[in-house]
């Protein structure tokens, strides 16, 4: 899949951080990457660092299983802890319309942030917590007021203290002819096969984090899938064949 200018800057800046980290033995890090940017950076990183032992690279977004990440390079004295992201509470008022992720999203891009310095929205039923970059913890507390029509309370609190929503799935049990990832991806988000095929030439899906590029890649148990736009799901359990040679899956699908 060709790159595009943004995706060479993307590397630039990141192979930036790269080097700040190695001549300067301190923690760098780049901003908030989506999947397909955080796929990008992982596969040239293990370009760059053939030979280097000295700097690792993370991909940190405050909590396990995060879905924007810092890519954040290290030196051996320190680990992603070191990395400065702080957490916004938000309480909405009490009896008014639940506000949704795109609620949040589009009032903070509204303020004139650059969605690259924001990490994932958890929303609650009260309100959300939302993770950023320190550097403009202090411009949210003061510009961010409002969401739609409502009024918003914000506190600063420590990443310990995030609110990670229990996330509810859905079990999907079916057979599929081999175990590539057309099938499995077909069956994990109810679509055709040729339609699973299309979305992994589209570069939508990721096998664990990392963008798929080959409809025939082989998926094992435990692997997670991400379809953009349509969810994730990973693979809970492998089965036995059926007499006509089909294999037996259990696919658990985020709801």
């Known amino acids: 899949m060709e790159?595009?200018?943004d995706d060479k800057m993307l590397l630039a800046g990141a192979e930036d951080k790269y080097r700040q980290c190695s001549q300067q033995?301190?923690?760098?890090?780049?901003?908030?990457l989506d999947l397909h940017q955080r796929s990008l950076v992982e596969k040239h990183w293990h370009q760059l660092s053939r030979g280097n032992k000295d700097v690792r690279c993370v991909f940190y977004g405050g909590y396990e299983d995060a879905e924007r990440t810092l890519a954040v390079f290290l030196p051996d004295y320190a680990d992603e802890r070191d990395c400065p992201l702080?957490?916004?509470?938000?309480?909405?008022?009490t009896g008014g319309r639940k506000l949704t992720h795109r609620d949040y999203l589009g009032s903070l891009t509204g303020i004139g942030?650059?969605?690259?310095?924001?990490?994932d929205i958890l929303t609650t039923e009260e309100g959300?917590?939302?993770i950023i970059l320190d550097e403009i913890k202090d411009f949210l507390l003061l510009n961010y007021s409002k969401a739609g029509r409502a009024a918003l309370k914000l506190e600063s609190i420590?990443?310990?203290e995030l609110h990670i929503p229990e996330e509810r799935t859905v079990i999907v049990k079916d057979t599929v002819a081999s175990l590539r990832?057309?099938?499995?991806?077909s069956s994990a988000f109810s679509m055709s096969r040729s339609k699973a095929t299309e979305a992994i030439r589209s570069g939508i899906v990721f096998v664990n984090s990392v963008q798929a590029e080959k409809p025939d890649m082989q998926i094992n148990e435990g692997d997670k899938l991400v379809l953009r736009g349509k969810g994730k799901a990973y693979l809970s359990q492998v089965g036995k064949r059926t007499r006509k040679d089909r294999i037996f899956i259990?696919?658990?699908?985020?709801v």
């Open 86 to 93: 702080s957490v916004i509470r938000i309480k909405t008022p």
């Open 158 to 160: 420590p990443l310990s």
């Open 3 to 5: 790159m595009t200018k």
């Open 128 to 130: 959300a917590d939302v």
């Open 250 to 254: 259990e696919v658990r699908k985020y």
């Open 25 to 32: 033995y301190r923690v760098a890090y780049t901003n908030f």
């Open 181 to 185: 990832l057309d099938n499995v991806t």
């Open 113 to 119: 942030l650059k969605r690259e310095m924001i990490g």
